[in-house]
């Protein structure tokens, strides 16, 4: 895991970084290098853990590894992939999100035994994003209070 305090998280834009975080720890994938010792047989795909490439492309397989981030879902930004991390936090934790009327939605995280998860933030995807990556933090002993 990589170390990040609660308000790192919390103050991260919506976009490529906070994607790349929920793929990583919420989601359990990774950025596979498969290095074959000739450059033009080298390349990038991003895997879950069944080692499987996430890519909806019908070659998955770049040459660099940012091209291969451009594979991963917008999960902070796109609703259907943002429900993707519901799902997986439905598993482990109470979820509760609030669409609100107002300028700001909410995403609730009630895990056993702990202080709930608790993320304000101007879009629904954003707020669902960041609990969830916080709540992943948390489980890891991976956030700085």
């Given at each position: 895991m990589t170390q990040y305090t609660r308000e790192q998280i919390l103050s991260m834009p919506v976009g490529r970084e906070l994607n790349k975080l929920a793929a990583t720890e919420v989601m359990g994938w990774l950025m596979y290098h498969y290095d074959k010792d000739v450059a033009e047989n080298c390349y990038?795909?991003?895997?879950?853990?069944?080692?499987?490439?996430?890519?909806?492309?019908?070659?998955?397989?770049?040459?660099?590894?940012?091209?291969?981030?451009?594979h991963c879902p917008d999960f902070s930004g796109d609703i259907a992939a943002a429900w993707e991390l519901v799902k997986i936090l439905s598993k482990k934790y109470g979820v509760e999100v609030y669409e609100n009327a107002g300028p700001s939605s909410e995403c609730k995280l009630y895990p056993r035994g702990k202080t709930p998860i608790h993320v304000i933030s101007a879009t629904t995807t954003e707020a669902i994003t960041k609990a969830a990556i916080l709540a992943m933090m948390e489980k890891s002993g991976g956030t700085d209070s």
């Amino acid at each position: 895991m990589t170390q990040y305090t609660r308000e790192q998280i919390l103050s991260m834009p919506v976009g490529r970084e906070l994607n790349k975080l929920a793929a990583t720890e919420v989601m359990g994938w990774l950025m596979y290098h498969y290095d074959k010792d000739v450059a033009e047989n080298c390349y990038y795909v991003l895997v879950d853990e069944e080692f499987e490439s996430v890519s909806n492309a019908l070659d998955p397989e770049c040459e660099t590894e940012e091209e291969a981030w451009n594979h991963c879902p917008d999960f902070s930004g796109d609703i259907a992939a943002a429900w993707e991390l519901v799902k997986i936090l439905s598993k482990k934790y109470g979820v509760e999100v609030y669409e609100n009327a107002g300028p700001s939605s909410e995403c609730k995280l009630y895990p056993r035994g702990k202080t709930p998860i608790h993320v304000i933030s101007a879009t629904t995807t954003e707020a669902i994003t960041k609990a969830a990556i916080l709540a992943m933090m948390e489980k890891s002993g991976g956030t700085d209070s």
